[in-house]
């Protein structure tokens, strides 16, 4: 672990084997510098246990920054059950996973990520008290996806301010790459700014019922990539944007919900170079563990979660202006920034 390539002084992480449900899962807790861990779970059926212990390793880094940027009273952890989410689930193996989270005493919430819905956090809910994301109950926030969406939407207006000298999408051309929660959440608000949508998606149902809703076009999943548009939004997985996709994205601004789109930290550099504005993905996309983070509180208000929500496009404008003028890529902006809360908390 200690010599992981991922490994970044993580506090914790720990493995969880259940004989009885078959749960394989491995919590990550990075930080809690600014309060208790808050990161989602994901399902996924991993090649390896080795990638399945990297994942843990990047996104719940990636949550400490997540919520040093959204400002939040929370440090960074995720969770990863390895197996398949449309034919892996149990009403055992999310109780088996409830537990697991409650036996590390509130050092880490959990909530919805891939692969993960609101009754199935619901279900682990059964058995600890920290999870949130919950349908049923006082302060229950339910699916974060819609105000993710919102955030991502309100941070593209953010990137075409600065990319186009305007944030009026009419007429635009958006490439959105994955159509589940947040992206079809997305494309609604785009739609009706009057944004041209080309979308694309492995799940036939979902692209099917967003075209229609919005008139988008369809291309394939490959396709997505070469479309003529002016944002790219990657709101499927990570790793998007490498070396191959960055050769082929013919637009001026990437900017989407999914988590760890770069493949490398210097990708962001290669984007910078080839004119090409990013928003990085942890701001742009806080916007769900901000209503995470309401609930965890307690006092759940939308009055609140729009506060916080607004303050974040605020930063992440922050972190665009400030990338175009000293000419560094936005990725190594906002990680300073992140690195700078966390340590003063620390
Ligand atoms: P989701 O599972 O609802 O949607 C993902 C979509 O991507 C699915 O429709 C899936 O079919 C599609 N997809 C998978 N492989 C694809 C491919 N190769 N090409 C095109 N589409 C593909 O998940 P979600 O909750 O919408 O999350 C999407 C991304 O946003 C993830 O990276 C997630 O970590 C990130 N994110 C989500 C939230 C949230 O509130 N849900 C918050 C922050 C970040």
Redesign the pocket.
């Known amino acids: 672990m200690f010599d992981h390539p991922s490994f970044d002084a993580h506090e914790g992480v720990h493995a969880f084997h259940d004989a009885a449900s078959g749960l394989r899962c491995v919590i990550a807790i990075h930080s809690t510098a600014l309060g208790p861990a808050a990161g989602?779970c994901?399902m996924w059926d991993y090649a390896s246990g080795a990638d399945m212990i990297t994942d843990a390793l990047r996104?719940s880094q990636g949550m400490s920054y997540?919520n040093a940027m959204a400002g939040l009273p929370h440090g960074g952890g995720k969770a990863v059950i390895w197996g398949d989410s449309h034919t892996g689930k149990s009403r055992e193996l999310f109780l088996a996973f409830g537990r697991a989270v409650e036996s590390l005493q509130g050092r880490y919430y959990t909530a919805?990520?891939?692969?993960i819905d609101v009754a199935d956090i619901q279900i682990a809910g059964e058995e600890t008290a920290y999870a949130a994301g919950l349908a049923e109950g006082e302060d229950a926030s339910g699916?974060?996806?819609p105000?993710?969406?919102r955030g991502v939407y309100l941070g593209i207006l953010e990137c075409a301010r600065r990319a186009f000298g305007s944030a009026d999408l009419n007429g635009r051309t958006v490439a959105v790459?994955?159509?589940?929660?947040?992206?079809?959440y997305l494309c609604q608000h785009l739609a009706k700014a009057g944004a041209r949508l080309v979308i694309?998606?492995?799940?036939q149902a979902?692209l099917d019922e967003v075209a229609e809703a919005t008139g988008a076009r369809i291309v394939s999943?490959e396709a997505?990539y070469d479309v003529e548009a002016d944002i790219f939004s990657?709101?499927?997985?990570?790793a998007v944007i490498n070396p191959d996709t960055l050769k082929r994205i013919r637009a001026k601004v990437v900017a989407?919900?999914?988590?760890?789109q770069l493949v490398t930290p210097e990708m962001g550099e290669k984007l910078r170079e080839a004119g090409i504005l990013y928003a990085p993905?942890y701001v742009i996309?806080?916007?769900?563990?901000i209503?995470v983070a309401a609930e965890i509180s307690g006092q759940y208000a939308t009055q609140w979660v729009d506060g916080k929500l607004g303050v974040l496009i605020d930063t992440l404008g922050n972190v665009l202006d400030e990338a175009l003028s000293a000419n560094v890529p936005t990725n190594t902006v906002a990680d300073r920034i992140a690195r700078e809360r966390i340590a003063a908390a620390s």
């Open positions: 989602g994901r996104l997540k919805e990520d891939v692969g699916d974060p996806s105000v993710t969406a790459q994955g159509v589940g929660s947040v992206g079809g694309a998606d492995v799940d979902a999943p997505i990657p709101n499927a997985l990570g989407g919900g999914a988590n760890n993905d996309n806080g916007g769900g563990i209503n």
